[in-house]
Antibody, heavy 117, light 112 residues
Framework: EVQLVESGGDLVQPGGSLRLSCAASGFTFSDYWMGWVRQDSGKGLEWVAN????????YYVDSVKGRFTISRDNAKNSVYLQMNSLRAEDTAVYYC??????????WGQGTLVTVSS | QSALTQPPSASGSPGQSVTISCTGT?????????VSWYQHHPGKAPKLVIYEVSKRPSGVPDRFSGSKSGNTASLTVSGLQAEDEAAYYCSSYTGSNSPYVVFGGGTKLTVL
């Protein structure tokens, strides 16, 4: 069974940093692109970032470019999202997902990031 | 404002059929057959119910079907059941690396 478990969400002040983690199991992690998608206050979903199987390609939504970094450790079956210079508008539930052909086939349950003073 | 347009709500009685629309442009929905639909119950992980316009993942009942015409994709849920009550989101590939995928604003499906 495919499982994705996110962690690391917290309350952080504007301008602060946070690192999200996603532990994967139930599939050959190194065979798949992985991504992060966020949901703002129960509203719409927004794709945040993707990373290729070997980490050689990474893509980001414009609003997080230069502030967020996606990475992965295939030995640990984990993908990460380093978030710097956080803003109030980054407040959301962040989901980790397995990606294939522009489809998020499996999702985790999400981790809440709140940016507030 | 979401890139894809969905009605905020839809409803139907048990056993009935409901169709949810998802309207984009020729740069996303109309340009590629990479339209997906996700079911999201509050507090749970979103679940893929339709991918590549009309394909169903294993384990998803055949009551769920998808289609596309021009710039509008549709999700139809037939034989509505109580457990179908959830939010449904569409998404589409954009042909670009950023944004890679765009989502609709979501439709809350209520089973009356």
């Amino acid at each position: 069974e495919v499982q994705l478990v996110e962690s690391g969400g917290d309350l952080v002040q504007p301008g602060g940093s946070l690192r999200l983690s996603c532990a994967a199991s139930g599939f050959t992690f190194s065979d798949y692109w992985m991504g992060w998608v966020r949901q703002d206050s129960g509203k719409g979903l927004e794709w945040v970032a993707n990373i290729k199987q070997d980490g050689s390609e990474k893509y980001y939504v414009d609003s997080v470019k230069g502030r967020f970094t996606i990475s992965r450790d295939n030995a640990k079956n984990s993908v990460y999202l380093q978030m710097n210079s956080l803003r109030a508008e980054d407040t959301a539930v962040y989901y980790c997902a397995r990606v294939y052909l522009a489809t998020f086939h499996y999702w985790g349950q999400g981790t809440l990031v709140t940016v507030s003073s | 404002q979401s890139a894809l347009t969905q009605p905020p709500s839809a409803s139907g009685s048990p056993g009935q059929s409901v169709t949810i629309s998802c309207t984009g442009t020729s740069s996303d929905v109309g340009g590629y057959n990479y339209v997906s639909w996700y079911q999201h119950h509050p507090g749970k992980a979103p679940k893929l119910v339709i991918y590549e316009v009309s394909k169903r993942p294993s384990g998803v009942p055949d009551r769920f079907s998808g289609s596309k015409s021009g710039n509008t994709a549709s999700l139809t849920v037939s034989g509505l059941q109580a457990e179908d009550e959830a939010a449904y989101y569409c998404s589409s590939y954009t042909g670009s690396n950023s944004p890679y995928v765009v989502f609709g604003g979501g439709t809350k499906l209520t089973v009356l």
